[in-house]
Each structure stands twice: as structure tokens, then as C-alpha cells.
């Protein structure tokens, strides 16, 4: 009787692991579709950004703002925003900075292609009781919207020039 008992046992045994080994297999096959399909999805968009903030005074509550953002990705850019971060700056928008390429301000009617430089300039106003001391760092965010859909966001970190 104990020989069926254990006969039984590791037949069963056997069956629960059979299933557990088939679960795992069937999840590490969605696992891997999901993936091939996530990186069918990633996006090559990149930019390369760069700046400076100057003032004409040391100390001053006026500068200028210019950036320039290159793209390097093979999708178009159909937007570019920035942000000033209100604890030093008037106005959250950087002096409602616009990128133009070409003559005209980046956007779905004025793609800016890979290769292709924008530039955009601002008078920017310090907030009140701040300045822009030669030296001090400010951080300028970005975001960069490509025909593809997919955005590339950062910061930039630029010291205050007079």
C-alpha cells in the first residue's frame, strides 16, 4: 500500500512541477514579446543643448537668455519649450523664449530636421529680490517634441555671465 501511496505522491509531484515549468515558460514568452515590441517603440530622438545668461551689470536684474538646441535624431522636432524656475526668474516661460530655425519658430509647419540648429533669445527678468550674480548657477529646463512622439526633456546648468 505505502508503494501506491509514494507512486502517487511523485506522480503528482511530478504534474505540479510540469505546470510550474510550463507557467514560467509561458511568462518568459510574453516577457520577451513585450520587450521586442517595447524596443520596436524606443525612440533615437536626441538633442544637444546648449546656452548662456548674461546681464549687462554685475549683479543685474536683466539678462539675456540665448540657447540653442541641435537635433540629433533621426525624427523631426516639431516643439521646443523651456522653463524658468520662478525662484529667480519673472516669468516661468524664460521671457517667453521662441526657437526659430530657418526664420520661422520650430513647429509641425517648421520641422527642424536632424543636423538642423534653433536658436531662441529672451530678455529675461530676475524675480523680485533676486539678481543674476556672474557665477551663480541657473537651471533651465527643456522639452523637445518629435514628429515621432516621443519628447526628450532635460535641464541645463548655466552661470549667470556680465
Same mark, same amino acid.
Given at each position: 500500500?505505502?508503494?501506491?501511496?509514494q507512486?502517487?505522491?511523485?506522480?503528482?509531484?511530478?504534474?505540479?512541477?510540469?505546470?510550474?515549468?510550463?507557467?514560467?515558460?509561458?511568462?518568459?514568452?510574453?516577457?520577451?514579446?513585450?520587450?521586442?515590441?517595447?524596443?520596436?517603440?524606443?525612440?533615437?530622438?536626441?538633442?544637444?543643448?546648449?546656452?548662456?545668461?548674461?546681464?549687462?551689470t554685475?549683479?543685474? &536684474? !536683466?539678462?539675456?537668455?540665448?540657447?540653442?538646441?541641435?537635433?540629433? /535624431?533621426?525624427?523631426?522636432? %516639431? #516643439?521646443?519649450? @523651456? +522653463?524658468?524656475?520662478?525662484t529667480?526668474?519673472?516669468?516661468?516661460?524664460?521671457?517667453?523664449?521662441?526657437?526659430?530655425?530657418?526664420?520661422?519658430?520650430?513647429?509641425?509647419?517648421?520641422?527642424?530636421?536632424?543636423?538642423?540648429?534653433?536658436?531662441?533669445?529672451? &530678455? !529675461?527678468?530676475?524675480?523680485?529680490?533676486?539678481?543674476?550674480?556672474? /557665477?551663480?548657477?541657473?537651471? %533651465? #529646463?527643456?522639452? @523637445? +517634441?518629435?514628429?515621432?512622439?516621443?519628447?526628450?526633456?532635460?535641464?541645463?546648468?548655466?552661470?549667470?555671465?556680465?
Amino acid at each position: 500500500m505505502r508503494v501506491r501511496t509514494q507512486k502517487g505522491f511523485a506522480r503528482v509531484l511530478t504534474m505540479l512541477l510540469l505546470f510550474f515549468v510550463a507557467v514560467v515558460g509561458v511568462i518568459l514568452v510574453f516577457s520577451l514579446f513585450i520587450g521586442i515590441l517595447h524596443m520596436g517603440q524606443t525612440s533615437t530622438s536626441k538633442v544637444d543643448v546648449s546656452g548662456a545668461l548674461a546681464t549687462s551689470t554685475v549683479g543685474g &536684474t !536683466v539678462g539675456t537668455l540665448m540657447l540653442s538646441v541641435r537635433n540629433l /535624431g533621426p525624427a523631426s522636432a %516639431i #516643439g521646443i519649450t @523651456v +522653463s524658468c524656475p520662478a525662484t529667480y526668474f519673472a516669468s516661468a516661460d524664460c521671457g517667453a523664449l521662441a526657437f526659430q530655425s530657418n526664420g520661422a519658430p520650430v513647429s509641425k509647419q517648421n520641422l527642424l530636421a536632424q543636423g538642423q540648429t534653433a536658436i531662441g533669445t529672451s &530678455t !529675461v527678468n530676475a524675480a523680485a529680490g533676486a539678481s543674476f550674480a556672474p /557665477g551663480r548657477i541657473f537651471t %533651465i #529646463g527643456y522639452s @523637445v +517634441s518629435f514628429s515621432d512622439g516621443s519628447v526628450v526633456s532635460g535641464s541645463l546648468q548655466l552661470p549667470a555671465q556680465a
